[in-house]
C-alpha cells in the first residue's frame, strides 16, 4: 500500500514540475522532424563531363583520325567522358568486353573540334599521352621486367606498371623476347630494352608484323 501511495505522489510530482516549467497559454514547442528528399530531377554528379553529337560522328579506336574507326553514331548520341588528350580528343569507355586491354586502350575517341557539345567538369578530366595510331604496344597488366638484352641474366633497365605502355619494335627469331621503345609511350623514359615473351600483352594494329631484330 505504501509503494502504490509513494508512486501516486511522484506521478503528480511529475505533473507539477511540466506545468511549471510551461507558460500559461502556451503549447509545447513539436520536435523537428528530419527534411525529406524532395525530386527536382536529375543533375550531373560533379566531375562528370558529358559529350554528344549534334551531327553523325566518328569515333576512333585511338586518338587519332589515322587510326581505326571504332563506330559511328548519328546526332544525340552522348556518353561520359573518362580522359582527355592535350590536344583535344576526349575518350570514353565504350562498355564492351576488350580481353586484356589495359587503361588507356580501354576507352574510344571523339575529336572534341568537331561538331559536339560538352557539358559538365570536362576540363578536369584526366589527361593522358596518346598512343600513337599505327603502333603495336605493350600494356603490362603487372610488373614487368625490361632487360638490356635478351637474357634474364643481363641487366635490369626498368620495369614497366600497369597502365604503361611502350612500343613493340622487334622479336627474337624464337618469338621469346621482345624489343621495346620506351620512348614511345607514357613511361618518360628512353632507350630501349627487352621483355619476355611470357610478359607480353599486346595492343595495336600492327602487333601481328613485329620484325625480327638480332639482339
Known amino acids: 500500500m505504501k509503494i502504490k501511495m509513494f508512486l ?9 514540475l511540466a506545468c511549471a516549467l510551461t507558460p500559461a497559454g502556451s503549447t509545447p514547442t513539436p520536435t523537428a522532424l528530419p527534411p525529406t528528399d524532395t ?8 566531375g562528370e563531363c558529358t559529350i554528344t553529337a549534334n551531327s553523325t560522328l566518328t569515333m576512333y579506336n585511338r586518338p587519332s583520325t589515322a587510326a581505326q574507326v571504332f563506330s ?36 574510344r575517341w571523339i575529336d572534341g573540334s568537331g561538331d559536339v557539345t560538352l557539358s559538365g567538369d570536362c576540363a578536369g578530366q584526366p589527361v593522358v599521352v596518346p598512343p ?7 600494356m603490362p597488366m603487372g610488373d614487368v621486367t625490361v632487360y638490356t638484352t635478351a637474357d634474364a641474366a643481363s ?3 626498368a620495369t614497366l606498371h600497369t597502365e604503361d605502355y ?7 627469331s624464337a618469338g621469346d623476347w621482345f624489343l621495346l621503345d620506351l620512348a614511345q609511350g607514357n613511361t618518360d623514359l628512353s632507350g630501349s630494352g627487352w621483355i619476355s615473351s611470357m610478359d607480353l600483352n599486346m595492343n595495336g594494329p600492327t602487333c601481328g608484323s613485329i620484325p625480327v631484330t638480332t639482339p
Open 72 to 107: 559511328t553514331q548519328g546526332a544525340g548520341f552522348s556518353t561520359q567522358v573518362t580522359a582527355q588528350t592535350a590536344d583535344g580528343w576526349f575518350g570514353f569507355d565504350p562498355g564492351v568486353a576488350q580481353a586484356a586491354n589495359i587503361g588507356v586502350f580501354r576507352l
Open 8 to 16: 501516486a505522489l511522484t506521478g503528480l510530482l511529475l505533473v507539477s
Open 39 to 46: 525530386p527536382s530531377g536529375p543533375t550531373a554528379t560533379p
Open 166 to 172: 611502350a612500343a613493340l619494335q622487334g622479336q627474337t
Open 132 to 138: 600513337e595510331p599505327t603502333l603495336c604496344y605493350e
Open 155 to 157: 641487366a635490369v633497365i
